[in-house]
């Protein structure tokens, strides 16, 4: 939040005020935790230019909230994911907003994923927008070939994987023995 809050131009919440709002609102919800195996519960931490001001500039003042819900599994498949690769939209680019936890992130995936889903896909698989060849990532979730990503790296470092971070074609993901998928709603 604090990278993206400087992106946008936006004050954030300090470090203590994140953790401490977190562990509140989680224990003010605890008994809306699904049992082990049935969910988990979803933490969405917001900040927004809530000053009196409309116009391209900062906001002078903004509000932070955290926000709770219960999840179920957000794939029910036992047998893997059926995704479609998206050739025509791209979710990042380079310097803009895609590395950005912001209000516009899932927008952009409405339109291919009602598509992907009436076509019988689970997903969508976005390519990257300078090759159109690389993963960037996947509709609902981040996409890990073996493991690739901040948080699962270090689990999977600490158990004595060698993790590498790097752009993945399609024909590598295609090719891959494993795939692991994780994201803040998905869980891993």
């Known amino acids: 939040m604090q990278n993206g809050s400087e992106r946008l131009c936006m004050t954030p919440a300090s470090l203590e005020q994140f953790v401490e709002a ?3 609102t989680v224990l003010a919800n605890n ?3 699904p049992p082990p195996g049935k969910g988990a519960l979803y933490i969405r931490p917001l900040l927004l230019g809530s000053g009196a001001i409309l116009g391209v500039a900062p906001a002078p003042e903004y ?7 219960p999840v179920g599994d957000y794939h029910k498949v036992s047998s893997g994911l059926n995704m479609k690769v998206d050739h025509n939209y791209h979710l990042a680019h380079s ?6 936890k912001s209000c516009t992130n899932c ?3 409405v339109k291919s994923l009602v598509e992907a889903r009436s076509s019988g896909f689970s997903d969508v698989l976005f390519l990257d927008a300078v090759t159109g060849r690389n993963i960037e990532e996947a509709s609902t979730f981040n996409i890990f070939i073996r493991v690739t990503r901040k948080s699962i790296s ?5 158990i004595g994987y060698q993790v590498q971070e790097r752009d993945v074609t399609v024909d590598e993901l295609l090719e891959a023995e494993e795939v692991l998928c994780t994201g803040t709603a998905v869980v891993v």
Request: glycine share 14%.
């Open 63 to 69: 509000t932070f909230l955290i926000y709770v819900s």
């Open 95 to 100: 310097g803009g907003a895609g590395g950005v």
């Open 22 to 24: 977190v562990k509140k």
């Open 31 to 33: 008994k809306r935790v």
């Open 154 to 158: 270090e689990l999977a470092r600490d």
């Open 107 to 109: 927008s952009p995936i």
